[in-house]
């Protein structure tokens, strides 16, 4: 359910801001237009959000700009209040993409950046089976997160980080549950979303789905 990768977050809190902003070498390449993927994924949501992983809230305040009413779930609580800090006024809610619990019935857009990757393949299709029951009709699951278009490409992706000494990436590819593009365009079919795809640097994908009430 992806809490078993919770504990990495006790240190990376402490510098998360410092990595997305490119001061971290290793994961320079990762977070390349980190500011534009917020924006792309913020824009194309609409009305009420549901927001997993919401970090130190980056995507959150541009959600909250763009004028959502942003629901944010997030399972670190050092996390949980870094938001609640510079979002007082979201609803946020200690909970993971698959253990959460909010009150509000009408859902419009499912959003979360670098967060998905914490399912096992098992788990993301349960988790979009999930959020279609939520979603209103027409409603859309925006998200940007790592993978890669073949098996192939992300273990080429392995030996070239480890090769150029960033084992921290390295190792962290091997350990979570990194998927493929073609995998992932069958969960959401099988979930009843029509999607697309596209690739906004080396790592990070962009997938809006939107959901099919045929």
Known sequence: MGREFIYLFDEWAKSYEASVTGQHKEYRDVFEGYESILDKVA???????????????????????????????EPHETMLEITRERCPNVQ???????????????????????????????????ALITYSKLLQPGGKIIFADTAFATEEQMQAMITKERARGFYEVADDLEREYYTTIPKLQIMFQQASFDVKFEQLNDYVWYMEARKNDL
């Open 43 to 73: 824009n194309a949501s609409t009305g009420t959000v549901i927001e997993f992983g919401t970090g130190t809230g980056n995507l959150t305040l541009k959600l909250e700009a763009a004028g959502r009413t942003v629901i944010g779930i």
């Open 92 to 126: 946020l809610i200690n909970g993971d993409l698959q253990n959460f619990e909010i009150e509000i019935k009408h859902i419009d857009s499912i959003v979360s950046t670098y967060v998905f990757h914490h399912l096992t393949d098992d788990e993301k299709l349960e």
